[in-house]
Each structure stands twice: as structure tokens, then as C-alpha cells.
């Protein structure tokens, strides 16, 4: 499948961020994605593996269900049999050299065009299946299925590009080169259900570096997995190349993990699960041609300080949206406050007030600012949480702690106060629309920031709400190491590709940073070549010979 060659030296279309469309009423937009809804909700589709181009049909069905609306199937999944596992990896080892041999732009324009594709008739469609399937307004589903996406696919081009001439220095008489080969052997790629873009861009970066991948996404985003295979397809993407496998997480894992042939690993999902994966990688070490390359972005316990100087309107507007925002399924959202004792009487207030003033309800209505939390299985953790908070003389609730599942996995928007710092709720992770507050005497600022630092394990993001600058300063110095990305003034999340690059340490993963260069570099074995032109005759060095 090699493509023919050209003798040109090519230039990329330089990127841009995708606008962001508004979707208000009376525009064209607007309407469009309404009948798309309509009509996806209106089908039953089949969700099929793909194979080295081909479709399979296994008949071990798992349905994907409207998390607002779990009665409502929107389609049946084929799972994956051992056999299908080893089919994906076979195909993907068989078909890498040849992949490999493709020259950039021939991979570059496959993904360029996937972009357009995306940015054009393919828009309502992912659009629509990421409402549906994961449960996000259409505003969360435009900034994520379409915008971040089709930024990945056009600044992954630009930073691919950036490493290739990352070159050495040659001296007259040779020529010294960097060959950015890809890694030798399949990357495992699994993807989380709370970003269309990150199941989208981790299969595809590695493969736009030149290596084959076998897909496992989120069982709960299977069918937002299904569209975006279907449109890399349309786009050009060769067979084999990436191979998409449903079924049960820690079964393909043991199957891929365990191959002599794995290269790399890019993951997003939880600490736990990519603890385990490392554990299993290291247990298998002698079984590899080489070192996997591991990559890994996980959990978030993400803060928001507040100084005494900060504006209690924009704060209040940032916890909201850092809070709240698809149901706090981010793993940026923001899910511990620490607010000094000043400004908590008029925040707490005005945050009471506003969080009854959110909607929670089926996505479909777009006068609702909040879904349903994925599943059953994340409800009832939530309730659970909520039945400890209650019974704790240490917390109060301000807000929500309440929760429905009769026609949807649906969890108020909660507001928590705690005075314990060793509380969990400041702690553990619990990817839902929990925000908890610890209120500090002002003259303990400096203090606070010490106790967010040691607090947690995570270290994803945070901010910093202030109109002080040596707060500030105070601040972003003391916090270096509890956030990858660290913001002033604005809410702990919404990074855009090529602009804030994603990724955080300590427990919170690689920090490779996706949408970056240095995430790219990840999926590259780089090879030195001298050439000398005139090589020597003879052995001897000047200093061997005799003085006259």
C-alpha cells in the first residue's frame, strides 16, 4: 500500500483552533444538530470491530445506551474474542513496515483531511452521537467531539513537523542526520468516555508518527468510537493501521500487554487502571523486542485558591463552569476550594444561589447546563459519597448531595464545606459534580498554599484567583509541582490544542503533554546517520608520526 513517491519538498497548511460555534437559537446550526439528534435517536445502529479493514461481527452484543436515557439504546457492540485481539495485533505487526514507508505528507494529508471532514459534514454527527452516547450539552460536545479534535488532527501536522527538523549540526565533509523512525512493534491505545477528541487523538497521533495501533475505547463511548473510525476511514486511513476492539478492559489489556511485539502504551482513564497496566508492563518486561514507550494521563484532584483580593463574581463563575460542567466528568474539573474566611459569606451565597438556578436534564433540551453522570455505576458511587457527607459532623452541605436514576443516571450539582484538610472529600477523586470548601483564615495564605501542595496525590491542574500579584507569585511558586497546568484568573479547565498543552504529574499521569510535540516524540525512535564524504585511506592519526 505504499503510495507513490514525489521529489518535492512539501509545506503543511499552517493550523488554526477551529471556531467554536455558538449554536444559538435561530441558526442554522442550531437547527442542523437538532435533526441530527432526531434522527440518531430514531436508529438502532450496529457497532462493529474493525480489522485490518474489516468489518466483524462476533454476535456478543453490549448495547450503548443514552446515559439521560439509559432505556433508550442507540446501538448493540460487537465484543472482541481472543481471537479478534490477536487478529488486531497481527494486523497491525504485519502492516507497520509498510506504513512506516509512507512518507509524512501521505500520512500527514490522511489526518489533514480527517480535520476537514470533521470540520465539515461529519460535525452533527459526532456531534450528535457525543451528546447522546456520553451524555454532554452541545456546547461540551462542539469543544470537545468537534473543535479539539479537529485540532489535534491539524497541530499534530504542524508539531510532527517540528521534530523532523530538529536536525544536528554537520561540519564540512559530512552530513549528519536524525531519521524519526516509529517504534518498532503496535501501541495500545485506550480511551476514556469523557472526551470524543482524546479517544480520537490517542489512536492517531502514534499513527501519524508511523506506527499501527490497536484501539480499545471506553465501554460507555463505544458508539461516539464507532463514528470516528468510520470518518478516519473515509479519510483515507490504510487497513491495519488502526484496529478497533470492543470488549472488556482488563481481558484485551492481558492480551496486548502481554505480546511480544507491544511498543507503546497511550492511556487516559484512571490512576488505578494505568497503575495496573505499568505493573503488568513491568512483569512482561523480558517478553518485549524493546522498552514500551508508557504514556499515561490519569486522575485529578484539582484546586482553586482564592486570595483575599480575589472578585467573588468571576470566582463564583469559574467554580461554576470548573465545577459543574459535564457533570464535573473532566478530569480537570475543579472538586476542592479553598476560600479565605472574608469571602465566604458573600460566595457561599451567591454560589447557593446560582447552582438552583442550573438545569439537569436530558441533553436534547439545550436550556440545560448539565447531563447525566455515565452510568449506574458512577450514580451509586456518588450517592454513596453523599450518604458519608451526611452523616459527618465535619461537612456541611450546601447544596445538591441528592440524586435520580429513574429515567437517567442524574446527580444535582453539590456544593460541600468541610473543615478537615484530611478529609477525602479534599483527597480521592470522584468525577462527578462534587465541589468541596475549606475556608482558611486570610492571614493563613501563605500557609494554604503549603497544605495544597502536600494534600494529594494528584498533581493535574489548579488556580489561582487574585488581584494581588505577589499572591500571585506566592502562589504559582508554591504550587509548582501540584498542577501541569496551572491557570490565573480563569477556571482549572478548558486547555485548547496549541495554546495550554494537557498533562499533569505525580499521580496524574506522564505528563506528556497531549496536543504538544513532546507527546508526539513519544511514538518516534529516533536513528543518528553520519554520511562522510571523503572518507581516509589510512589508519594513522598526524600525532603517530616522527618529529623531522
Known sequence: MTPFVRSTI??????????????????????????????????TSELPLVIDGVERRTGVLEAAVMPHRHQHVLGQAHLASVDDVNAAIDAATRVSADWSRWSWAQRAAVFLRAADLLSGPWRDRLNAATMLGQSKTIHQAEIDAAAELIDFWRFNVEFMLRIYREQPHSPEGTWNQVDYRPLEGFVFAVTPFNFTAIAGNL?????????????????????????????????????????????????????????????????TGSTTVFNSLLRTVGQNVDRYRGYPRIVGETGGKNFVLAHSSADVA?????????????????????????????????????????????????????????????DEKAWRKHMAVFEEVKA??????????????????????????????ESPLLREEYFGPIVTAFIYRDQDFEDIIQRIDRSCAYGLTGSIFSNDRRSIELASAGLRNAAGNFYINDKPTGAVVGQQPFGGGRMSGTNDKAGSVWNLIRWTSPRTLKETFVPPTDYRYPYQSELP
Not at 470516528?228 to 491495519?240: F, K, S
Not at 474566611?341 to 436534564?361: F, M, Y
Not at 461537612?395 to 484538610?421: H, S
Open 10 to 43: 512539501a509545506r503543511a497548511p499552517l493550523p488554526r483552533n477551529e471556531t467554536v460555534r455558538d449554536y444559538a437559537p435561530g441558526t442554522r446550526e442550531r437547527a442542523a444538530i437538532r435533526a441530527t439528534l432526531s434522527q440518531i435517536m430514531s436508529e
Open 203 to 267: 489512536p492517531s497521533a502514534p499513527a501519524l508518527m508511523g506506527n499501527t495501533v490497536v484501539w480499545k475505547p471506553a465501554a460507555t463511548a463505544k458508539y461516539s468510537a464507532h463514528l470516528v473510525m468510520q470518518l478516519l476511514r473515509e479519510a483515507g486511513l490504510p487497513d491495519g493501521v488502526i484496529n478497533l476492539v470492543y470488549g472488556d478492559g482488563a481481558e484485551i489489556a492481558k492480551i496486548a500487554l502481554g505480546h511480544a511485539e507491544l511498543a507503546g502504551v497511550h492511556f
Open 314 to 374: 468571576t470566582l463564583a463563575a469559574a467554580i461554576l463552569r470548573g465545577g459543574y460542567e459535564y457533570q464535573g466528568q473532566k478530569c480537570s474539573a475543579a472538586s476542592r476550594i479553598f476560600i479565605p474566611a472574608s469571602l465566604w459569606p458573600t460566595l457561599k451565597a451567591l454560589l447557593r444561589d446560582e447552582i438552583a438556578t442550573i438545569r439537569v436534564g436530558d441533553v436534547a433540551d439545550f436550556s440545560n447546563f448539565m447531563g447525566a453522570v455515565i
Open 392 to 421: 459527618s459532623p465535619r461537612t456541611k452541605v450546601i447544596a445538591g448531595a441528592t440524586g435520580d436514576k429513574r429515567t437517567g443516571y442524574f446527580v444535582a450539582p453539590t456544593l460541600l464545606e468541610t473543615d478537615n484538610l
